[in-house]
């Protein structure tokens, strides 16, 4: 077992399972949200295999929150995937979108779906499925997509636990779908981007662990970002110092003055999902 191993598989996640197995076969496009920080984390195999050769619109989702060069390219990439793959998982098309375009994500979105799935058994408007993991914001898509609250949103995984259908304007039918995971994620470096990101539950995992696995790859990536936020002159030269650094300068602080890493783990965590750290992407294609 590795430093993260996640003991969590809640019970509803099963049942979502079984029944987007189940009513897969009544889509005509099965629309994935990934998160746009990082979409070959948060790509989740099980809904690779569960769609089968069905057309699939990769929604790259809080691409407000990613590196907008680093978006660009992964939409090349999945446009070089859709263009390459025939038959089975074929027909692929990823757009990027943000709550805080609602017009613009529902013009891709209608655009997408429309160039992919047409209507079959005799109706005149195609079904969708919103599947993806966890907290990537595929309730809120929903919304966005319906013009107004069908369905409850927040900002921890799992608020979604049941299917929830709804009939969209154009007589589109989506449903939405609880965020699901694989039970073993074998990819440790995977499963720490899904924690950092927000898609497991804090409780869940090593807190610490996580927050060093970010300290150390936003040391890599993004140093000027970190500079900027935490008022660091000199940048620590690795994850450790950088964590106890936040810490001192956020007043993380435990008796004696020692820093309560815990704390600076929190304000790490908080501050790169939140956006306020700058544009950010993980994961390049
Ligand atoms: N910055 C930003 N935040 C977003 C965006 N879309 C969704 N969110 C936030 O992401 C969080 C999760 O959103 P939900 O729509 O509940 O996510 P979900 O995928 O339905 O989650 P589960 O039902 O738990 O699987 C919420 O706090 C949303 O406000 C976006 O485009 N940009
Ligand atoms: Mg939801």
């Not at 809640?10 to 998160?35: F, N, W, Y």
């Not at 927000?198 to 610490?208: R, S």
């Amino acid at each position: 077992m590795g430093v993260l191993s996640i003991q969590w598989y809640p019970g509803h996640m099963t049942r979502a399972r079984r029944a987007i197995a189940e009513s897969m076969a009544k889509q005509d496009v099965v629309i994935e949200v990934l998160d746009a920080r990082m979409p070959r984390a948060s790509e989740n195999p099980v809904v690779t295999e569960l769609r089968g050769g069905k057309p699939c619109v990769k929604v790259l989702s809080k691409s407000d929150l990613a590196d907008p060069a680093v978006t660009r390219a992964w939409l090349l990439h999945f446009e070089k995937v859709g263009a390459v793959s025939r038959g089975p998982g074929g027909r692929v098309l990823a757009v990027a979108v943000t709550t805080a375009r609602a017009p613009e994500t529902r013009a891709r979105i209608a655009e997408a779906c429309a160039a992919l799935a047409r209507p079959t058994r005799g109706r005149k408007a195609a079904r969708a499925m919103i599947v993806g993991i966890p907290n990537v914001g595929k309730s809120t898509l929903v919304n966005t997509l319906a013009r107004r609250k069908v369905a409850n949103v927040g900002d921890e995984p799992a608020v979604t636990k049941g299917e929830q259908v709804v009939v969209l304007e154009g007589g589109m039918t989506l449903s939405d779908n609880p965020g699901i995971l694989w039970p073993k994620i074998e990819d440790e470096r995977g499963a720490l981007l899904l924690a950092f990101g927000g898609a497991i539950p804090d409780a869940a995992l090593d807190y610490e662990s996580v927050a060093l696995f970010g300290a150390g790859v936003l040391l890599e990536r993004y140093p000027a970002l970190l500079a900027r936020r935490y008022g660091l002159a000199a940048l620590p030269g690795d994850a450790d110092s950088l964590l106890v650094e936040i810490g001192r300068r956020r007043g993380c602080l435990r008796g004696g003055g020692v820093v309560d890493r815990h704390k600076a783990a929190d304000v790490l965590i908080h501050d790169f999902r939140s956006g306020v750290l700058g544009p950010i992407s993980l994961e390049r294609p």
